[in-house]
């Protein structure tokens, strides 16, 4: 046999597969898996083939002794598989780590639109997952290039391209910011190219910009610039002057905050940027030269850069001055700036203390919640198994809501004890179809547009029009016109464009700040109608939990039945300082349930007194009852029952009372030295004397008619501290005011930070339901929302706070902090005075996280503020938040808005509309002959014949028929 010896040695050796990178990558594939190791050019290049899992990994393009590089193909699951490199037959696995494979990218959202054909732009991109992508690219499709599209799992749409070859059409880096940001650069373009889209390169998922937004990526031809040195060479400027540089299509494909200007190495601020002008204001300091006196002025639009042409900074002329003037010049000079320096080293000494003293009341007020934290936990602990006792009971009775007619009228009507709508018709049963023909015809006139604001105008005009005649008028044309939602909004829009023009000229920041016109409370109103179903599906339950979470921590404290003061309180001006003694009680209620006697039991506390015994016994039989069909604490006695025959009527006064000079005692249970587990019960009894108002405490004795009463026979009634007494202070302190003022966060501030964080959890729900963006905000939001973006598009109004002003104005204090305050406008619940002092304080922090001045605290800061200024930053974000992402939301569309204003038109039918224009036309009849007159002098009323139809309608309500 032949043989023979080759002139080099054949090794073995063992591969080792070490790491991988990345570790993971979509399921579409197309990710470039690096494999780390030792010895990987083994054998036969062709020989090599890597695996993960069981799906191939192909296109191996690089092996190397310590990598190979290969690209990963599909997968139809995700999960984690383990990496094996197979050298013909040897098998090579990757111990300790898998590859994962994961949802594929998606994208949801893109903007801007359009860009320069020169590129550069930033393009961001929001979705999902884009952080397992490895390598993403953005490139532009030309006309050229034909895409075959076809549709993968899910909802990913993508375009496979099969593009002729353009070496000059290089695709775009991307960078990844988060899982959901993406900032991309727009691709150059040779001009006027046809352009079919953009494409979002994701490895092997490719996204076309169409398939987000629905319409293409639009490119647009490069602007044009004139040079600053076609007339005068160089351009001379003098530091902080204004350079004006003409041009064409500047803003098409770009914004004002993406564009550079640069002087030399310093920047010129861009003041303002249109079609056909850039306006720049130079630095203050002349900048230093790069290279020679001459500085080259640059304009930069994403890729594109102009140079226009050499600047050169030039000083002031010469003065001419004689030399005397010029050193007395100098002398006042120095004088001045002397005067100027100190008094900028004062006020940065005060500033610099100022922002000393609130850092350290942030630092105090942290270690105060630090130190209540485990009472705030136990009390939270203990208020979470109530409210959860409390869902269990709303299971079947559900929360109290109001019905949309009570509802509208207590918002339609604020402090009215009843309601305009139910007084009775002053005419006679024969005239009472004749009366009602001519509000009827009243119906239809109001129908002309050009009448309805004609009369608004007209009797705001007048001089003895009050603001509360302006809110009824307004509310009574809400009820005349609630059948016809749709011409109310237009009639809404009209006045509230006049509206904007008055206060432009004025000051915009001011418009809608109060209810001082009539169509202020028209969108009021508006705001109400639109908002119910949102309240009663979303917003109800939090505010309702809130409302039940501060009554509850209220009643576990003591409360002064005469002041009104409780020790648990969120308010400072209604906290009781005192310490008072105090034991909770549970008392056994005796109750009948058909026609077995049943024993309730409901806590209560030593020190309250009998008619506050009463209402908790009420509470606790009526849980989740509204407040309306509850029987009245007044119309009952308690009993003690002890033994077989052991009755004692338990009150508030009675022979029994202490007396100490002209001070009577109210009888609590204590006095009646009742023990805990004592069986009680209510029955049917007289008035009680004191018990009238006593559950509606108020805040000072003045406004308590009962102890006026008391007052005039010389005795003068008190429950836990007498009224006039002061709290008990240091001697010292006395004197000063401004101490005093200083002991509520020294002794009390500690209760307050205790109630508050209880109650924390609540507050945030509340304002999470009212701010949230994850579900679909009421179209009515929206639409108003983009009717003031139009208003301050319309009258060139580009400063964001006052359209943040606007918005705050009209939803937030106008609607939201009506109804925190008031949560008897949408439940049928009583509301204490304490309650609503607590509420009070959220509202109130509620209005300060929704204005745009930064949030301080220092020393004389009002309590409420100390107790929220951590909190405060964090809403105002929440806000913030809500305004963009409604701004950045799709438009709702006209008509949306008029589909879901015609459902809300037909849905309350018994709204009292003829009564409404009776209670309207008294006004007519108060203003008759100046809406007469307004309407004789108008040409266009004139054609109308409007007078004419007021005549007669007044003819036939007044019965004068002769006028007719």
């Avoid at 001419?320 to 080293?345: H, M, N, R, S, Y």
């Avoid at 429950?719 to 966060?745: D, G, N, Q």
Wanted: proline fraction near 4%; charge should be negative; include cysteine.
């Amino acid at each position: 046999h032949d043989w023979g010896i080759s002139d080099q040695n054949f090794t073995y050796q063992n591969p080792e597969v070490q790491a991988i990178s990345p570790h993971r990558g979509p399921l579409v594939g197309g990710t470039s898996l690096t494999i780390s190791g030792t010895k990987l050019l083994t054998g036969n290049v062709k020989d090599i083939r890597v695996f993960i899992g069981k799906l191939s990994c192909n296109g191996i393009n690089t092996v190397e002794e310590d990598k190979l590089v290969c690209s990963t193909s599909a997968s139809n699951s995700i999960g984690s598989f383990t990496v094996k490199v197979f050298y013909g037959s040897a098998e090579r696995l990757l111990q300790h780590t898998t590859y994962e494979y994961t949802h594929n990218p998606s994208i949801t959202k893109v903007q801007p639109t359009k860009g320069f054909y020169g590129g550069g732009r930033i393009i961001t991109v929001e979705g999902e997952n884009l952080d397992v992508v490895q390598k993403p690219l953005v490139r532009a499709v030309l006309n050229t290039e034909v895409p075959s599209r076809r549709r993968r799992r899910r909802q990913d749409s993508e375009i496979q391209h099969q593009p002729t070859v353009q070496p000059h059409l290089k695709a775009e880096e991307c960078v990844v910011n988060s899982s959901q940001l993406m900032k991309c650069w727009t691709p150059f373009v040779p001009s006027e190219s046809s352009v079919l889209d953009l494409v979002f390169i994701l490895d092997n998922l490719h996204v076309s910009f169409y398939n987000i937004v629905g319409s293409r990526f639009q490119y647009v031809s490069n602007p044009q610039l004139s040079r600053l040195d076609q007339d005068v060479s160089p351009y001379r400027l003098k530091s902080g002057a204004l350079v004006v540089v003409e041009g064409k299509n500047l803003t098409d494909g770009i914004s004002e905050n993406e564009v550079v200007v640069e002087i030399g190495t310093e920047i010129c601020i861009i003041k303002t940027l249109t079609d056909a002008h850039l306006i720049c204001n130079a630095t203050q300091l002349q900048p230093l030269p790069g290279a020679g006196a001459l500085l080259d002025f640059v304009v930069r639009m994403g890729n594109l850069e102009f140079n226009l042409g050499k600047v050169e900074y030039v000083s002031d002329s010469q003065s001419f001055f004689p030399k005397e003037a010029q050193i007395g010049l100098g002398t006042g000079a120095a004088v001045v700036v002397c005067i100027v320096l100190i008094i900028i080293l004062m006020y940065r000494r005060k500033s610099k203390k100022a922002m000393q003293d609130y850092k350290k009341v942030l630092v105090q007020l942290e270690n105060l919640e630090v130190s209540v934290g485990d009472q705030c936990r136990k009390e939270f602990t203990d208020l979470m198994t109530e409210m959860m006792d409390l869902n269990s009971d709303l299971g079947g009775t559900g929360i109290p809501f109001l019905d949309y007619r009570t509802f509208t009228e207590r918002i339609f009507f604020p402090g009215h004890k009843h309601s305009p709508l139910y007084s009775g018709m002053d005419t006679t049963e024969y005239r009472k179809s004749t009366v009602e023909q001519g509000l009827t015809h009243l119906s239809n006139l109001l129908n002309n547009k050009f009448f309805l604001t004609k009369f608004i105008h007209t009797l705001e005009a007048q001089q003895t029009f009050s603001q509360r005649d302006r809110g009824c008028v307004a509310s009574l044309l809400t009820i005349a016109l609630h059948d016809r939602l749709e011409y109310y909004t237009e009639i809404m829009k009209t006045l509230l464009g006049d509206l904007v023009e008055q206060y432009v000229i004025k000051n915009p920041k001011l418009m809608l700040r109060r209810t001082e016109t009539v169509v202020e409370k028209l969108l009021t109103n508006w705001m109400s109608i639109c908002l119910y179903s949102f309240i009663r599906e979303t917003a109800g339950e939090p505010l309702y939990m809130l409302y039940r979470a501060i009554k509850y921590q209220v009643d576990k404290g003591p409360v002064d039945a005469v002041t009104g003061k409780a020790k648990r309180t969120l308010n400072d001006s209604r906290q009781l300082r005192e310490d008072i003694e105090y034991q909770p009680l549970t008392l056994n209620v005796l109750m009948k349930n058909g026609g077995e006697v049943q024993l309730t039991p409901v806590r209560v506390l030593d020190t309250d007194t009998i008619t506050q015994v009463k209402e908790k016994i009420l509470d606790q039989i009526y849980k989740g009852v509204p407040f309306s069909q509850r029987t009245c604490a007044d119309a009952l006695n308690l009993e003690w029952r002890s033994g077989i025959a052991g009755h004692l009527t338990l009150s508030d006064e009675d022979v029994t009372s202490v007396i100490q000079g002209k001070w009577k005692q109210l009888n609590t249970l204590q006095h009646y030295k009742v023990p805990d587990g004592a069986t009680v019960a209510l029955i049917p009894g007289m008035h009680s004397n004191f018990s009238q108002g006593m559950n509606q405490s108020v805040f000072s004795e003045e406004k308590n008619p009962m102890l006026d009463d008391v007052e005039e026979e010389g005795i003068r009634l008190w429950h836990l501290v007498k009224s006039t007494e002061e709290p008990e202070l240091p001697k010292y302190r006395k004197s000063s005011l401004r101490e005093r003022a200083k002991v509520i966060p020294e002794i009390y501030l500690t209760r307050l930070l205790s109630m508050k964080g209880t109650l924390q959890k609540f507050v945030d729900d509340v304002f999470h339901a009212i701010l949230n963006t994850d579900q679909p905000v009421p179209v009515a939001i929206r639409y108003f929302f983009d009717f003031l973006d139009e208003m301050a598009e319309k009258h060139g109004i580009k400063d964001q706070e006052t359209v943040h002003i606007w918005k705050t104005n009209s939803l937030l204090l106008r609607f939201w902090v009506n109804i925190l305050k008031n949560p008897q406008f949408i439940f049928d619940v009583h509301v204490s005075d304490n309650v609503d002092a607590i509420l009070s304080v959220i509202a109130q922090t509620f209005i300060d996280s929704c204005t745009t001045s930064e949030h301080k605290v220092g020393r004389d800061s009002p309590v409420n503020k100390l107790l929220y200024a951590r909190e405060i930053p964090r809403y105002k974000q929440l806000v913030e938040k809500y305004y963009l992402d409604i701004h950045s939301a799709s438009a709702a569309s006209y008509q949306e808005m008029n589909s879901a204003l015609t459902e809300l038109s037909g849905k309350c039918v018994e709204v009292a509309g003829l009564n409404a224009l009776r209670e309207l036309y008294k006004y007519i009849n108060k203003y008759y002959d100046q809406i007469i007159s307004a309407l004789e002098d108008d040409a266009t009323a004139q054609k109308m014949q409007l007078s004419c139809r007021l005549q007669q309608i007044a003819a036939l309500v007044e019965n004068n028929v002769t006028d007719l």
